[in-house]
């Protein structure tokens, strides 16, 4: 089985602190995602990853910065912590596309973040 | 772009009723087609998928079929149990030229089951 895992599940920090949110996964996956979930938005992406030191943003960047060093890992930074930063983050790996269709993401169990 | 509409939630049926949760996309290129769950203060499992037109995914009692003619990809469940309760969000990854499988999620649809 594939398994993604996260740092912590649940975290407090203060505002104005430097968060590291660490993801790791077992199955060589060369994508892996970062997202965050708050109610009423869905599911949005922060930043992704097909390749070790490779990154690309995504939707919601701002405020953000990720670090891929080895294929299995991948990190979330967040410089700077603000109020409006508290939410759940979840990270994902996927293969590469490819020609058989498995490229499905799979997801860590997240990791919920209150920053006041 | 790629986007999924799913029914509006939230939806509560009592143990052993029938479950259909529809989801229609729209998606440049051909898309692999998804169902997550999501179980309270839980990340997302995936549930099951279809890659080509007319696959059936199924799994734990559920089952969806890619339609291509209709582009939908509804969820069915034939009795839910109360265990079911959990969020459920379609999803597509359309390749679209890229290297990555960008997941495009659906809004989600609340189920509750009730003893």
């Known amino acids: 089985d594939v398994k993604v895992t996260q740092s912590s599940r649940y975290l407090v920090k203060r505002t104005g602190e430097k968060v590291f949110l660490e993801c790791v996964q077992d199955m060589d996956h060369e994508n892996m995602f970062w997202y965050r979930q708050d109610p009423g938005l869905g599911l949005r992406l922060i930043y992704f990853?097909?390749?070790?030191?490779?990154?690309e943003k995504g939707d919601i960047p701002e405020g953000y910065s990720v670090s891929r060093e080895k294929k299995e890992r991948f990190s979330l930074i967040l410089e700077s912590a603000s109020t409006n930063q508290t939410s759940m983050y979840l990270c994902a790996s996927s293969l590469r596309l490819n020609r058989d269709r498995n490229y499905e993401q799979y997801f860590g169990p997240g990791t919920r973040l209150t920053v006041t | 772009g790629d986007s999924v509409t799913q029914m509006e939630g939230p939806v509560t049926l009592s143990e052993e009723a029938f479950l259909t949760i529809n989801c229609t996309y729209t998606a440049t290129g051909y898309p692999s087609l998804f169902w997550y769950v999501q179980y309270p203060g839980e990340g997302l499992q995936l549930l099951l998928k279809?890659?080509?037109?007319?696959d059936k995914g199924s799994n734990k009692g559920f089952e969806a079929t890619y339609r291509k003619e209709t582009t939908s990809f509804h969820l069915e469940k034939g009795s839910v149990q109360v265990s079911d309760s959990a969020v459920y969000f379609c999803?597509?990854?359309?390749?679209?030229?890229?290297?990555?499988?960008?997941?495009?999620f659906g809004q989600g649809t609340i189920l509750t089951v009730h003893p």
């Open positions: 990853s097909y390749d070790v030191k490779m990154k």
């Open positions: 999803a597509l990854i359309s390749a679209g030229g890229t290297s990555y499988g960008k997941l495009t």
């Open positions: 279809a890659t080509k037109a007319d």
